[in-house]
């Protein structure tokens, strides 16, 4: 901790005769721009090692301008912590010990330092620059001042990183990957020397590893180069033998190129000249051919006029025969139809129209009822059909509506259940269905809901117009019997199910009895009980009447009755239906005689006239044939030369044709023998060239003008022959040349002399002491692998540790500011190098997010970044002494809230802080700087600025 500190010449602040006494927590320079609050500020991180300050400024930006040296002084506190001094390894005992730092322009006039540390007080900042020898056994090197700081402030390389950043880098520590993060805070927190002594194992590994490849390649090398050097000798000698058959094979190559050159040559010279006399000779055909077609186009068009004249001839007389045919044979048939109906006429007996007429309306009266009578009886008759098929199906004959409701119900969901369903005539009282039948009546339809469905049932009800009741479940009451009855009761003659829904509303059946005869029936009517007769009489108290059954459809009994009765009836309604079918037939066919009869009857009464109408249409149609005689006539002469004209016109086409097919065919040969003589003057100037080529490579090999005039006679020979006599062709010359290039490449080996074979035996010996040499490496590596696995472990326990430490500070800080924190140490491979930490963090109630995302405001990155750097800074777990920290304007470009925060972690951490504060609010408003060093400006009348004016503020308490 800094206790206090002084200067002389350092920027415009003036030597004081007592140093500025400094705070243990917050300490502020505060001041607009341009008032020296950073240049003090960076003095003292000068003390604390520094070497880079605010925009790259030098030591002559602080030196004051009448002055080429100046010095800086602190005070550090060393009093004893935890029983052991800050100091004490450098041999310091004091309560206190002075740091200086000396800056001044050296013998080659640029700017040196010098630091003095002294065990107890020094204040004589001025004597130590002119005097510097008297306190040479206080002076240190930067390097050794450094050292100092590290060992006894733990005040690192990465500390000085850290408190040079600037407050737009601090503000961005929050956007660090969880990569950089990791490493970040391991500088600032880790223990160097377990990183260190790991490398090191690691990189006496890694170049036993690259001894050990090395040692394994050289004798590789040596073993390949001993296997390869036996060879050597006899692949030397068998390449000597391959370069001479290449060089004799590359002769008769050129040799054959040159020969099959001159050929080809030669024989393209002859296709041309083929080629250009075909090529004339179909040109020649082309210009023929051309006259030919154009004096048919001349002729075919002469024709097509006179066929398209004698067309219209033809096509004139057509319409003419066409037009009369059509008048004549209307006048035919009208003739032959009038011829006809004065015949018939004739033989018709002349009758009373009026008679006729008034018979008609008696029949046409007769024939309507009988159709009606028809269609009822048949509308019956399917009825009687559909209800027998529905009884076969033991579908119950229940009436139309009951139908139609019984559907609409079912294809809305609502459960149902109708009377009639639940109702059945027991087996032994089958004689009583109809007696039954009649006296329930109608109530047999009455349809029964729950509660949950009767709304709906009845808007269905309404909507289908139902006649029959909907109602609810109803549960019977028990009833007594009347005594002394010895007739069966009507309820007692029925089976029922589900009777907790349908017996309340069958209790009046127990009290009306079945009797046989209406004797039996008229005497219980006079004890006052109600019976029904066997036919169906109901005899009561208000006098009897006869109930009808209708329909059966209560039971399995009233199905079998029903149906009996239905097949019964079904014979009698068919022979109805037949025997009304053909009255109307018979009815209708009089009706029809009797309307033919009328019509003929008025058409008898104007035979006169029809038979004059004959005479004059039979004198028409003589006339019509004759003009029709005369059309066909003109239309076979027109037809007759318009085809022999269009035959001479085929004819002319066809010829026409055959002439444009062969002259095509002769363009098309003219065009291919005129490309195919364009290829080949290509050709002829391409294998001149090559010829030319061919001459000057022969050349090359040595041979003169004879020996070329000779190539064509050694092509006969042997020599250019395969074992079958056939000559060979230079691709196949060619073919052996590679192969034997080849062979040769393979042999050829620069190293190779004649001398080679005397080094196999030296090589030999040479590969075995490789070999004992690397055996000698892989030992050792062993060991040294197992030296290094214990360090990784060591290494790795030990950042497991401090990041644990970290994470929980992290959380403590996150706490203070009412937030939720939390981390996690990511070991992304064994490797800590690639390791990561990430941090969680939700202010204001919200869960914790990642500290580097996008839900953070600006405000909350600042306060962030800054308990991530300070989490880093504090060791309170082992007690360590915590460094001293340096920030500038800390709450730089945050609200006011948002400002005490981060001022509220300063204030609970156990570092000693020096900050930069700009002095536009108030210090009343803020309680958590504790000293505030109010900085001036340097006017322009004066050398030095005004001394730092000392604000103390009272501490106060934060929860």
Not at 121 to 145: I, P, R, W
Not at 923 to 935: M, N, V, Y
Request: hydrophobic share 35%; with cysteine; glycine share 4%.
């Amino acid at each position: 901790m800094i206790k206090d500190f002084s200067t002389v010449y350092w920027g415009y602040l003036p030597s004081t005769k007592e140093p500025y006494k400094v705070h243990e927590k917050v300490n502020a320079f505060i001041g607009p721009s341009g008032h020296g609050k950073t240049t003090i500020w960076d003095g003292l991180r000068l003390m604390l090692g520094a070497s880079h300050y605010e925009s790259k400024r030098t030591f002559s930006f602080y030196v004051h301008k009448k002055s080429n040296w100046a010095v800086v002084r602190v005070a550090f506190d060393n009093k004893p912590v935890n029983g052991v001094r800050p100091f004490e390894n450098v041999r310091k005992f004091a309560d206190e010990v002075t740091a200086c730092c000396r800056i001044y322009k050296n013998e080659q006039s640029s700017w040196a330092r010098d630091y003095y540390l002294f065990d107890g007080e020094f204040h004589d900042l001025k004597d130590l620059h002119f005097n510097t020898k008297a306190y040479s056994e206080a002076a240190l090197s930067v390097g050794e001042y450094l050292g100092v700081l590290e060992q006894c402030l733990g005040i690192t390389k990465e500390f000085r990183n850290l408190m040079a950043m600037s407050p737009d880098t601090v503000r961005e520590v929050v956007n660090s990957s969880p990569h950089t993060l990791f490493h970040l805070i391991f500088d600032l927190k880790g223990a160097k020397g377990y990183k260190k002594r790991y490398d090191e194992s690691k990189q006496r590994l890694n170049e036993q590893e690259i001894a050990i490849e090395r040692a394994a390649e050289e004798m590789g090398q040596a073993r390949i180069r001993f296997e390869e050097t036996k060879i050597k000798a006899q692949k030397f000698r068998q390449y000597k033998v391959k370069e001479k058959e290449v060089e004799s094979t590359i002769v008769k190559l050129k040799k054959l190129e040159y020969a099959e050159c001159q050929e080809m040559l030669k024989s393209t010279e002859e296709e041309m000249t083929s080629v250009e006399q075909q090529g004339r000779i179909e040109a020649d055909k082309v210009n023929e051919l051309t006259v030919k077609i154009t004096a048919k186009e001349t002729e075919i068009v002469h024709l097509e006029t006179e066929y398209n004249r004698l067309y219209e001839e033809e096509e004139r007389a057509n319409q003419e025969k066409t037009e009369i045919t059509s008048t004549k044979r209307f006048k035919d048939n009208e003739l032959k139809t009038l011829a006809q109906e004065i015949e018939n006429l004739q033989k018709i007996e002349p009758q009373n129209i009026e008679d006729l007429r008034q018979l008609k309306s008696i029949l046409t009266d007769d024939l309507d009822q009988k159709k009606q009578d028809y269609v009822q009886a048949k509308t019956a008759l399917n009825e009687l059909k559909q209800k027998l098929l529905d009884l076969e199906n033991n579908r119950l004959p229940y009436k139309d509506e009951a139908k139609r409701f019984r559907n609409a119900l079912e294809e809305n969901h609502v459960s149902y259940l109708m009377l009639a369903d639940a109702i059945s005539v027991k087996p032994e009282m089958s004689r009583w269905q109809e007696a039954i039948e009649a006296y329930i009546g109608n109530n047999r339809y009455r349809v029964i809901v729950e509660q949950g469905q009767y709304l709906q049932a009845k808007k269905l009800q309404e909507k289908a117009r139902y006649g029959a009741r909907v109602s609810l479940p109803k549960t019977g009451k028990e009833l007594l019997a009347c005594e002394g009855i010895n007739y069966p009761s009507l309820r007692s003659a029925i089976n029922i199910s589900h009777r907790e829904k349908v017996e309340g509303y069958l209790d009046k059946l127990n009290n009306v009895y079945l009797v046989e005869t209406v004797e039996e029936g008229h005497a219980l009517q006079a004890r006052g009980i109600e019976s029904i007769t066997l036919g169906g009489l109901l005899q009561d108290n208000d006098g009897a009447i006869h109930l009808k059954y209708h329909t059966l459809c209560c039971g399995k009994l009233a199905l079998q009755e029903e149906k009996k009765r239905t097949k019964e009836m079904l014979p009698q309604k068919e022979c109805l239906v037949q025997k009304l079918q053909a009255a109307v037939q018979l009815l209708q066919k009089d009706v029809n005689e009797t309307e033919e009869t009328i019509k003929m009857q008025e058409r008898l009464a104007k035979l006169s006239d029809l038979e004059q109408n004959y005479s004059s249409l039979l004198e028409e149609t003589g006339k019509l044939s004759n003009l029709l005689n005369e059309a066909e006539r003109q239309k076979k002469a027109a037809k007759d030369k318009k085809e022999g004209v269009r035959r001479l016109q085929r004819s002319a086409g066809e010829d026409q044709k055959e002439f444009i097919v062969n002259k095509e065919q002769a363009e098309q040969n003219m065009t291919i023998f005129s490309r195919k003589y364009s290829d080949l003057q290509k050709k002829q100037e391409g294998l001149g060239l090559d010829f030319k080529l061919a001459i000057e490579e022969v050349k090359v090999l040595g041979l003169t003008e004879d020996d070329i005039e000779f190539i064509s006679y050694e092509m006969q020979g042997s020599a250019f022959s395969d074992s079958q006599g056939n000559r060979t062709t230079a691709k196949e010359m060619n073919n052996k040349l590679n192969a034997l290039l080849a062979e040769k490449e393979k042999l050829y080996d620069s190293s190779v002399n004649e001398e080679v074979a005397r080094l196999v035996e030296a090589q030999e010996g040479q590969v075995e002491l490789l070999a004992q040499n690397l055996r000698s490496l892989k030992e050792d590596r062993t060991e040294l692998e197992r030296t290094c696995d214990d360090l990784l472990f060591q290494f790795r326990e030990h950042i497991k540790e401090i990041m644990k430490d970290y994470i929980s500070e992290f959380e403590n800080f996150a706490d203070l500011l009412k937030a939720s924190a939390k981390g996690k140490l990511v070991e992304v491979t064994p490797d800590p190098e690639t390791w990561e930490i990430k941090l969680y963090i939700g202010y204001d109630g919200k869960e914790p997010v990642p500290v580097d995302g996008p839900h953070l405001s600006s405000g909350q990155k600042a306060s962030t970044s800054l308990m991530i750097l300070l989490a880093a800074l504090g060791d309170n777990k082992n007690g360590k002494t915590t460094p001293i920290m340096f920030l500038d304007e800390p709450k730089a470009r945050v609200d006011d809230d948002r400002g005490n925060e981060i001022g509220q972690l300063l204030q609970v951490t156990d570092i000693q802080y020096f900050i930069t504060h700009q002095q536009g609010e108030s210090l009343k408003s803020i309680d958590w700087i504790d000293h505030a060093f109010t900085c001036s400006a340097c006017r322009s009348d004066h050398d030095f600025a005004n001394p730092l004016i000392l604000k103390k503020r009272a501490r106060r308490s934060f929860a």
